[in-house]
Nanobody, 129 residues
Framework: QIQLMESGGGSVQAGGSLRLSCAASGYSFASGCMAWFRQAPGKEREGLAAIYTGDGSTYSGDSVQGRFTISQGNAKNTVYLQMNSLKPEDTAMYYC??????????????????????WGQGTQVTVSS
């Protein structure tokens, strides 16, 4: 019954910003991990950021070098990814993911794709040079 839907992707020039949104249904968000991943053609899906909704703890992947920030909306069924100083290498399909097993909190990291059972369909981000 858990469903996720990403939005906010698009095309932007290098150095620009985008704010992605993930809306969830069938999920209380009282105590779970929500995360953002991305996958470029021919590359592995990589974790960007995660938030543990139980206490608001956040975790960032090394690849984004502090340029991306995850946050949760007041409704607690929405999570955002603020992306600043975008680079052409950020071009990818961006996915929202969640799981109630709270592995992000257990291991204090975004985690791997196998740590998340529920995924959105993705939103495309294209950064031009």
């Amino acid at each position: 019954q858990i469903q996720l839907m990403e939005s906010g992707g698009g095309s932007v020039q290098a150095g620009g910003s985008l704010r992605l949104s993930c809306a969830a249904s069938g999920y209380s968000f009282a105590s779970g991990c929500m995360a953002w991943f991305r996958q470029a053609p021919g590359k592995e899906r990589e974790g960007l950021a995660a938030i543990y909704t139980g206490d608001g703890s956040t975790y960032s992947g090394d690849s984004v070098q502090g340029r991306f920030t995850i946050s949760q909306g007041n409704a607690k069924n929405t999570v955002y990814l603020q992306m600043n100083s975008l680079k052409p290498e950020d071009t990818a399909m961006y996915y929202c993911a969640t799981d109630l097993e709270v592995r992000c909190r257990i291991y204090y990291t975004v985690g791997r794709t196998t740590d998340y059972r529920y995924w959105g369909q993705g939103t495309q981000v294209t950064v031009s040079s």
